[in-house]
C-alpha cells in the first residue's frame, strides 16, 4: 500500500510521501536508542511539562488538526473535534496523574526478613508503536502518552493512509519541549515493521488492528521475546432488557454502531433485544438509523461520512451482499449509494445465521445485525460464542440482571446504560481474539515497564 494522503471523499490522491530508506531507517533506531539512554534519567517532573505543553498545543490547533483528521480518513468533522479534545484530555490526564503512577510501591518488609522492600517502576527502553487509520490521533497518543510518561522512547509506524497525522504527532511533542529523538514517526511499509521489531535496540511492541495483524506481531514478539501488547477486533454485543428506557436505548444503539462512520473495534455491532421489546425497539433503531444524514464529512449537517479506503467500503460490501444472499434481511440500507466517494449506508440485517461470514467476523462499517431473544441468558450465550471480546454492552435497569452481565460477559469491558468508550482513567483491552494486556489508566502506563523488587538486608 502507497504511503499518500487519498480523500474518502473523492478517492483524489491529495499527497505521497517517500517512504524511509534502509540508511534512514536505521539512522532512526539508532537515534531511539541513544535517547533510551538518556531520556530515562529525566525526572517525572519534567515528563509531565512536556505532556502538558504538548497539550496546550494541540488544543490551540483543534480545528486544523481535526480538518486534517476529516481529510484523511474521511470521519465527520464534529467526530474528529471530539478525538482531538480527547488527546488532549489524555495528555492532562498523564502529565497531572502519571508522576503517582511511578512513585515505589511498598512493602512488607518484616514479612521477607528484610529492612526495607519495595517495587520500583523503570522505563524499557524503546516500544514500537503500529497503529491503525480509524482514530489517528487518539489511536496513538493512547500509547504515546504513557509512554512518554513513564521514560520510554516512541517508534510510530502508523497506518500507510495517514501520514499526515503520522508525521503532525512527532511534530508535537517534538515542539513540546521533549528531548530529540523521544518520539519518531516510521514511514515504511507493514512489511517492514518485522525488521524493526526484531531489532534488539527495540524492547517491546503495542498493535492496535487486525487480527491477522496481532497473530504476526506476536508470533514475531514471541520468537525475540519481547513483550507486546495487542489490542485487535471486536464485534461487541448490545443487549437490550425490557426495564430500559427503549428510546434512549436505541439513540445510543444508532451511536453505538455508526460512531466514527462505523469504524471502531468497539462499536456496537451485534444487537441481541429481549423478545418482549424486540419489535417496538427494532422499529425506533431502523428508523433513526435510516434518518442518518450520508455525505460530505466537513459539513455540519452529516451524520456519516465516506468509508476511509476503497476496499474497507468493498468489504463491507461484500458481507452485507453474502448476507442477503443467503437469506438475511436488510431493514434499511444494504447497497452501496450511485455517488462519489467510498460512502455505505447504516445498514439493519435480521435473520443472520452461522453460515454467514459476518456471523463469526468483524464488519468494519455502519452494519448491525439484530436478533430477538427470549432472556438475558440466552443473549450471553450468543454474545459469548462470538471469537472476540472486546467491549460489550447492556441496557436494564434491573439490578439482578445488571449483576449477570459483569459476572459472565467474555469482555475486556462491560458498559451498562451508556455506550462503550475509552476513556484515560480506565483500562482498555480485551480477552479472547480481541488480544491482551491493557491500554490507559496505571496499568496501560505499567505495561511497559520494568516491576522492579528491591529488597534490602538488615543492618549487619
Known amino acids: 500500500m502507497a504511503i499518500a494522503t487519498t480523500s474518502p471523499l473523492t478517492g483524489e490522491v491529495l499527497e505521497r510521501f517517500d517512504e524511509l530508506t534502509p540508511e534512514q531507517l536505521e539512522d532512526k533506531l539508532a537515534r531511539a536508542a541513544a535517547a533510551a539512554a538518556t531520556y530515562r534519567l529525566t525526572s517525572a517532573a519534567e515528563r509531565a511539562g512536556w505532556l502538558q505543553h504538548a497539550a496546550e498545543r494541540l488544543e490551540k490547533e483543534i480545528e486544523s488538526v481535526s480538518q486534517m483528521i476529516t481529510t484523511e480518513m ?3 468533522f464534529r467526530a474528529a473535534e471530539e478525538e482531538v479534545v480527547k488527546c488532549v484530555h489524555g495528555l492532562r490526564f498523564y502529565a497531572t496523574e502519571g508522576p503517582a503512577f511511578l512513585r515505589d510501591l511498598d512493602r512488607d518488609a518484616e514479612r521477607v526478613g528484610a529492612k526495607q522492600t519495595f517495587v520500583t517502576y523503570q522505563p524499557i527502553g524503546v516500544v514500537l ?19 512518554l510518561m513513564a521514560g520510554n522512547v516512541g517508534l510510530l509506524k502508523h497506518a500507510s493512509n495517514v501520514p499526515r497525522c503520522a508525521l503532525y504527532l512527532e511534530e508535537l511533542f517534538r515542539d513540546a519541549g521533549f528531548p530529540g529523538d523521544v518520539f519518531q514517526t516510521l514511514l515504511i511499509s507493514s512489511g517492514r515493521v518485522e525488521q524493526v521489531l526484531r531489532d534488539p535496540r527495540v524492547a517491546a511492541a503495542t498493535l492496535t488492528g487486525s487480527e491477522p495483524a496481532g497473530r504476526s506481531v506476536a508470533a514475531i514478539a514471541g ?23 427503549l428510546d434512549r436505548a436505541s439513540d445510543v444503539a444508532v451511536k453505538a454502531r455508526c460512531l466514527n462512520n462505523g469504524q471502531s473495534c468497539i462499536n456496537g455491532k451485534r444487537f441481541f433485544v429481549h423478545q418482549d421489546i424486540a419489535d417496538e425497539f427494532i422499529a425506533m433503531f431502523v428508523a433513526k438509523m435510516g434518518a442518518l444524514v450520508v455525505g460530505d464529512p466537513m ?19 461484500s458481507y452485507v451482499d453474502d448476507a442477503v444472499g443467503k437469506g438475511a434481511t436488510a431493514l434499511v440500507g444494504g447497497e452501496r449509494p450511485d455517488r462519489p466517494g467510498w460512502f455505505y449506508p447504516p445498514t439493519v440485517l435480521t435473520g443472520v445465521t452461522p453460515d454467514m461470514r459476518m456471523y463469526h467476523e468483524e464488519v468494519f462499517g455502519p452494519v448491525a445485525q439484530v436478533w430477538a431473544v427470549p432472556s438475558l441468558e440466552e443473549a450471553l450465550w450468543e454474545a459469548n460464542g462470538h471469537p472476540y471480546g472486546l467491549g460489550s454492552n447492556l441496557w436494564s435497569e434491573d439490578e439482578a440482571e445488571r ?19 475509552s476513556y484515560p482513567e480506565i483500562p482498555f483491552g480485551g480477552v479472547k481474539r480481541s488480544g491482551y494486556g491493557r491500554e490507559l489508566s496505571d496499568l496501560g502506563m505499567r505495561e511497559f515497564m520494568n516491576a522492579k523488587t528491591v529488597w534490602i538486608g538488615q543492618d549487619a
Not at 129 to 147: C, S
Open 74 to 76: 474521511g470521519k465527520t
Open 403 to 421: 449483576e449477570l452481565f459483569v459476572r459472565d460477559v467474555q469482555s475486556g469491558m462491560a458498559f451498562i446504560n451508556g455506550n462503550t468508550t
Open 223 to 245: 520468537d525475540e521475546i519481547k513483550k507486546v501488547v495487542l489490542e485487535l477486533g471486536g464485534s461487541d454485543p448490545f443487549i437490550v432488557m425490557p426495564s430500559t428506557n
Open 299 to 317: 459539513d455540519a449537517d452529516t451524520d456519516v461520512g465516506p468509508l476511509a479506503t476503497e476496499s474497507g467500503r468493498r468489504d463491507v460490501e
Open 129 to 147: 508503536a503500529v497503529m491503525p487509520w480509524n482514530l489517528p490521533l487518539w489511536q496513538a497518543m493512547r500509547f504515546a502518552a504513557p509512554a
